[in-house]
């Protein structure tokens, strides 16, 4: 906080002691080196800011305070610094993910699931789902923005000593102190009541998340059998000259993978013993650190990502088609169930896709010649009235079964 805060409680201008915390005047390394005597830097930083103020100040600096007062006002500090980039990182990526989805709306490819064809799906419902997370991960750190709160609780979080100096009600005190920083004044001193750190530990997990959800995605469609998409600027191969690595999306999946772990210690750190810990919150500064580089990370990432997407929609619409036409066949069930009854539908298409597999044919053609031979044999079958509403045709484009994707998508796009 060095240069940041100026010492509120000294009396006189305040313009000499700002002049003296500039943190030109410091020596960080020897600041680093001399911590490790007492546990943190604020103890070395405070001897040297006494001398600099000097005389008459000197007595005033961190009068009533205590080392965890300054660590974790700082920490929230840095913290409001870093969590603004990292939002306009994921306004970029939303913008380029609400394009995407508008462009993309009707665009059809294969929806996967565990690992296999399922039925169609829109591009544009996926991006909308991506920007979905993006938006989610928004709603997240801004709240945890906004409550990033000061801390100041003296030595056992009573606040005595600046009774012990002269002030009638300290209990004012830690919101003039927020006031100055620009940071939410707490409701209690929170040395071990570690809700603020938790809960930015759960936003920038889950922002790691979110965007890690987009990444592996992206990677599986980047692939070289599957190629529905592919990133702009794509990375090279030291070794083989064809490569073109979806970089972004593995920087991004690396992050998703790690920040688990770095808020789990952070969780971890809310178990703080009595009034001041020892250790548990000197765990949170490491992970804290990494956790914010990686979300940070991962949002600029995202952002560049998703800006430059390529999208191949003849390629995912080349891929309906590799299943056979077997990518429609829940909608051949549940139009063919009341027309045949339930338990002979799914035999028909249970047989007929096996055969689709064996003879490399078609779905729509070979239930069009069963059904041709069906009804011929069965002529009370056929006169049944519910055939006319049945078109071949329209039953096996899988373009044509994308059921409510576009819908869901304009209404995901009215999400600010």
Not at 31 to 45: D, F, Q, S, W, Y
Not at 400 to 405: F, H, P, V
Request: overall charge neutral; charged content about 20%; aromatic content about 4%.
């Amino acid at each position: 906080m060095v240069g940041r805060v100026r010492c509120v409680y000294a009396p006189g201008p305040g313009g000499a002691r700002a002049g003296a915390a500039h943190p030109g005047r410091f020596d960080l390394a020897s600041l680093a080196e001399r911590a490790r005597g007492g546990g943190n830097p604020v103890i070395p930083l405070v001897a040297d800011l006494t001398r600099a103020v000097g005389e008459p100040y000197g007595p005033f600096v961190h009068r009533g305070a205590t080392s965890q007062d300054i660590m974790d006002t700082a920490l929230m500090l840095v913290v409001h610094r870093v969590l603004g980039p990292l939002l306009d990182d994921l306004e970029r990526a939303q913008r380029a993910l609400s394009g995407l989805a508008a462009e993309h709306r009707d665009t059809v490819l294969p929806g996967r699931t565990l690992t296999q064809h399922a039925v169609p799906t829109t591009f544009g419902l996926k991006a909308a789902g991506w920007r979905s997370l993006v938006l989610d991960a928004r709603d997240r750190v801004t709240a945890v923005r906004a409550s990033l709160p000061a801390q100041l609780g003296g030595a056992a979080g009573t606040l005595a000593a600046f009774t012990a100096y002269g002030a009638a009600d300290p209990t004012g005190l830690p919101a003039l102190y927020a006031r100055e920083l620009g940071l939410r004044p707490p409701a209690l001193p929170w040395h071990t009541l570690r809700t603020p750190v938790a809960d930015l530990a759960g936003a920038l997990a889950f922002t790691a998340a979110a965007l890690g959800k987009l990444a592996a995605d992206v990677l599986t469609y980047s692939r070289t059998e599957i190629a529905e998409v592919s990133e702009a600027g794509a990375g090279g191969s030291s070794a083989m000259p064809h490569k073109a690595n979806p970089v972004r999306s593995t920087l991004i999946a690396a992050a998703a993978r790690r920040a688990p772990q770095l808020a789990a210690t952070l969780y971890g750190s809310l178990v703080a013993e009595d009034e001041r810990p020892a250790g548990a919150w000197h765990a949170e500064w490491e992970p804290l650190r990494e956790l914010l580089r990686l979300a940070g990370g991962a949002a600029r990432d995202a952002a560049e990502l998703t800006g430059g997407l390529r999208v191949h929609a003849d390629v995912m619409r080349e891929h309906l088609g590799l299943t056979h036409g077997l990518i429609v066949s829940e909608r051949l069930s549940a139009e063919l169930a009341p027309l045949l009854g339930r338990g002979r539908a799914k035999e028909l298409l249970t047989g007929l896709a096996r055969r689709a597999y064996a003879e490399g044919r078609d779905l729509g053609t070979l239930l069009g010649e069963t059904l041709d031979e069906l009804l011929s044999g069965e002529p009370e079958l056929a006169e049944r009235p519910e055939w006319r509403r049945f078109d071949l045709a329209t039953a096996t484009d899988p373009v044509r079964y994308t059921g409510s994707a576009g819908l869901l998508t304009d209404r995901a796009l009215e999400r600010p």
